[in-house]
């Protein structure tokens, strides 16, 4: 079927519409399926026999819609039969109905007069039900549920779409706009009715059609609609509405089929027909007995991410997953996946569009389905603001397997929905909303590709948050701190700046504390407590507008200053990861992505390290040549290792046994001689401590201690990182003791 695709919702409910009619009343047997974008069915019948069909045979279904518009109200029935130059409205839209005798309508005429004759039992007026009192939303969900007791179960299939009616109130689902049956003034019932009217030769008796309708030709349109083929099926200056906005020339002004219709009237007649597949249900959010609310059938909240054409102004709007197959199914089969309708993501249901895509990744929804089509049902975009509109977002593949990594997000969720009450106040959303729409924006494509990259800008965008509300005072969201190490596997790219990123992040000290409280004014204790809240006093914190080199000066100063504070015997930066020297010397050189490096160092310093197991966290990273490292380096280095330094069975090891080894006293004051520019003393410094501590030092010539101006930052900078070959750094300032010593 050319003419149908996902293209617009319209064209997507159509295709299940001309499915669900065909199978219902034509051909039990046909099968859909969904193949380059376009409607597939494998029927008994051939073309032009369904086309006869449809327009001499098909029973339409019986939309009413009497709670919306006045067309059911104050009718006069007539029973005679007049000549319209257009598609009637309001009353006489409902007689042209009950006096039309034709068999196929039997059905609709019963379903009109059932209501007409509800309407009068209850005694009541187009303003009873409109009210915005309690009493007249009572009246309107009675009205409602009596409606769908009497009316046919093919009419309740649409009321099911249209509302749900709990104990005491009503839900309307937007993808029949904002009133459950009409959007804006535009009413779903009575346009539908016209439609009918406009294209079954049942009602030829009753037409003159005249102007913009004098040349339309039912069976060009149903060619049109299903194939893509023949002309003179549209109409002219005639409006789409919600499921087609492309359409739209202008706003929706009157309620009827005047100003509301769609071009073809026969997209909009099979696309009412497929959204009855749509059904909803109510239930009871987490079991709870108080709070009822609809379930409609893959419909959730809408997330802004994963399409730039939408705004964070725009989220609190819905958005519809239309799900797309390629294996034959038929009516049957796909009615249940359409009644079943629902994606789960952490034991619950999805109620965004992120915990949608994330329900996806994770295999949450209903198998058999290859890909989804995504619309956003966005009011105030076409036609005013009591419009709304079907925006094509995206189309979300189905992986074969469950994306890698996809249970870690589970961590997040305490910390995103804690996010999303901030945000609920509108400094704080003007603040951050940015932040929260890259978190979401990366979520959104490692759901929709995976990979390791996409699950690292994950961890970037937290990183890039917590830097931004770790900086900021007052009222802000509460610090990360639910991830576990199984993180640092699942985000390893073996780059540079990840493992330079892993060993800086796992600084950490039982007297001093990791080395986040010196990035940001956290708290910290005891285990069940780490990082829950934010400290009022930032006396701990260094971490300022300053580039990398900088900052990390900062923070080593301010850890050697508290551990000698403490009467701390070795400088309280030991780590559980160490750097290795090739990656050392590439953050000397200036040599790696200092953004990269900044970003990750904040992600992965919120990782719950009092955890980690190397046993079973520890990153498989791909081991590099030892490089040619400046003996600068290793000299200072020396007089800052966290721990003793000994000789054992031909290698320099560091041990943290105060008993054995040589203690090397450290001197924040090399530091600063560094920072002046006066290396040689410093270098001096350092050599006369290795010697105070039983060491023999290399003689040191002047070549080999020259810094480069570029790089005296960074190369005091690298002092803070943990590394383990020991055994390299000492021998390039160390002698090695002879068997005696």
């Excluded at 309740?156 to 509302?163: E, N, P, R, S, Y």
Aim: aromatic share 10%; charged share 25%.
């Amino acid at each position: 079927l050319e003419g149908c695709t996902p293209e617009t919702l319209l064209d997507y409910l159509k295709s299940l519409g001309m499915f669900k009619v065909l199978s219902e009343q034509l051909d039990g047997d046909a099968r859909s399926y969904w193949k380059n974008d376009t409607f597939h069915i494998v029927s008994n019948e051939d073309k032009e026999k369904i086309i006869d069909f449809f327009m001499n045979e098909y029973a339409p279904i019986p939309i009413v819609v009497p709670w919306s518009g006045s067309d059911f109200f104050g009718v006069e029935k007539t029973g005679e039969t007049k000549s319209h130059k257009k598609p009637p409205t309001d009353s006489e839209l409902i007689n042209s109905y009950i006096s039309n005798g034709s068999e196929r309508l039997k059905e609709y005429r019963g379903s009109i007069e059932k209501t007409l004759e509800i309407i009068e039992r209850m005694d009541i007026d187009k303003k009873d039900i409109k009210a915005n009192s309690k009493e007249g939303k009572m009246m309107k969900v009675e009205f409602i549920n009596r409606l769908r007791s009497s009316l046919p179960e093919s009419v309740v299939d649409f009321l099911d779409v249209a509302t749900k009616t709990g104990t005491d109130d009503i839900f309307m689902n937007t993808l029949l706009g904002s009133g459950g049956g009409n959007d804006g003034r535009l009413n779903f019932g009575s346009n539908y009715m016209q439609c009918v009217w406009l294209c079954l030769p049942d009602f030829d008796d009753q037409k003159d059609l005249k102007g913009n309708y004098k040349k339309f030709d039912s069976q060009e349109s149903l060619m049109m609609a299903l194939f893509k083929e023949g002309e003179g099926g549209s109409i002219s200056q005639d409006s789409p509405g919600l499921f087609s906005p492309g359409g739209v020339g202008g706003p929706n002004a009157f309620e009827g089929y005047e100003a509301d219709s769609l071009r073809n009237p026969w997209d909009f007649i099979l696309a009412m027909e497929g959204i009855t597949l749509l059904a909803g249900s109510l239930s009871r959010r987490y079991g709870s007995m108080a709070s009822e609310r609809a379930s409609f059938p893959f419909t959730c909240r809408l997330s802004p991410s994963g399409s730039e054409s939408l705004l964070l102004s725009e989220e609190s709007n819905k958005e519809v997953w239309m799900p797309m197959w390629e294996d034959k199914v038929k009516l049957n089969g796909l009615t249940s996946v359409f009644h079943e309708g629902r994606a789960e993501v952490s034991g619950k249901f999805a109620e965004s569009g992120i915990e949608f895509a994330r329900a996806v990744a994770s295999l949450g929804v209903d198998r058999g389905i290859s890909r989804f089509r995504r619309f956003g049902l966005i009011k105030g975009r076409i036609g005013g603001d009591n419009y709304h509109t079907g925006a094509k977002l995206d189309t979300i593949e189905v992986p074969d397997n469950p994306r890698e990594h996809i249970r870690l997000l589970d961590e997040l969720d305490p910390w995103l929905q804690r996010l999303g009450w901030s945000f609920s106040k509108d400094a704080i959303a003007k603040r951050y909303e940015r932040h929260r729409e890259m978190i979401e924006d990366a979520i959104f494509n490692y759901c929709k590709y995976g990979g390791v990259h996409r699950l690292q800008a994950i961890l970037r965008a937290l990183g890039r948050a917590e830097k931004a509300f770790a900086s900021a005072g007052g009222d802000r969201p509460h610090p990360l701190h639910d991830m576990s190490p199984n993180w640092l596997s699942a985000c390893n790219d073996n780059s540079v700046e990840y493992r330079l990123a892993c060993s800086l992040a796992t600084v950490y000290d039982p007297n001093v504390g990791p080395l986040r409280v010196q990035m940001e004014p956290v708290d910290w204790g005891k285990k069940a407590k780490f990082f829950n809240k934010w400290l009022s006093n930032r006396k701990s914190t260094v971490w300022g507008d300053k580039n990398i080199s900088k900052n990390l000066t900062a923070i080593l100063e301010r850890r050697l200053m508290e551990g000698n504070r403490l009467d701390l015997k070795h400088p309280p930066i030991d780590g559980r990861i160490g750097a290795n020297l090739h990656d050392i010397n590439l953050f000397i050189s200036g040599n790696f992505d200092e953004s990269k490096f900044n970003d990750l160092l904040w992600g992965l310093s919120t990782i719950k390290w009092y955890e980690y197991d190397s046993g079973l966290h520890r990153p498989d990273f791909t081991s590099q040549r030892t490089p040619n490292i400046s003996r600068s380096y290793c000299l200072l280095k020396t007089v800052f290792l966290p721990g003793n330094i000994d000789h054992i069975n031909g290698r320099w090891e560091l041990v943290r046994d105060d008993n054995s080894g040589h203690f090397i006293k450290n001197e924040p004051s090399v530091i600063r001689l560094m920072q002046s520019g006066r290396f040689q003393d410093a270098f001096a410094y350092c050599s006369r401590r290795l010697k105070s501590s039983g060491l023999n030092t290399i003689s040191p010539r002047a070549l080999d201690y020259v810094v480069k101006p570029q790089d005296k930052d960074r190369l005091i900078a690298s002092l803070l990182f943990p590394v383990w070959e020991i055994d390299t750094i000492a021998k390039y300032v160390i002698k090695e003791p002879k068997l005696n010593e």
